[in-house]
């Protein structure tokens, strides 16, 4: 099993950036995938982010294409999301994900964290 604890959220205007920080305990972080999926008031959870066991493949959702990077550092079990151009509609709670496969959709993924608040006003 891991633990998973997001970090990095916050309040920022329109065009700032953020960088999100997820910290894994537990079994060996570089037997998962990692993703990160947000979810907005009233909306379904969706799919932003996923990144391979050493990092070679990486997936992206459109609308964040471009402006936002998954990365991690297999050395301190940890998966990064920089965000970059943030726009009111990027508004939401960022969860990040460990899972078997590097896929979008988060039925995949075993193990979730709490979230992290990001919102950004115009």
């Known amino acids: 099993q891991v633990q998973l604890v997001e970090s990095g959220g916050g309040l920022v205007q329109a065009g700032d950036s953020l960088r999100l920080s997820c910290a894994a305990s537990?079994?060996?972080?570089?037997?998962?995938?990692m993703g990160w999926f947000r979810q907005a008031p009233g909306k379904e959870r969706e799919f932003v982010a996923a990144i391979s066991r050493h990092g070679g493949i990486t997936y992206y959702a459109n609308s964040v294409k471009g402006r936002f990077t998954i990365s991690r550092d297999n050395a301190k079990n940890t998966v990064y999301l920089q965000m970059n151009s943030l726009k009111p509609e990027d508004t939401a709670v960022y969860y990040c994900a460990a899972g078997m496969q590097t896929t979008r959709d988060p039925g995949d993924y075993a193990y979730w964290g709490q979230g992290t608040q990001v919102t950004v006003s115009s």
């Open positions: 537990g079994r060996t972080f570089s037997s998962y995938t």
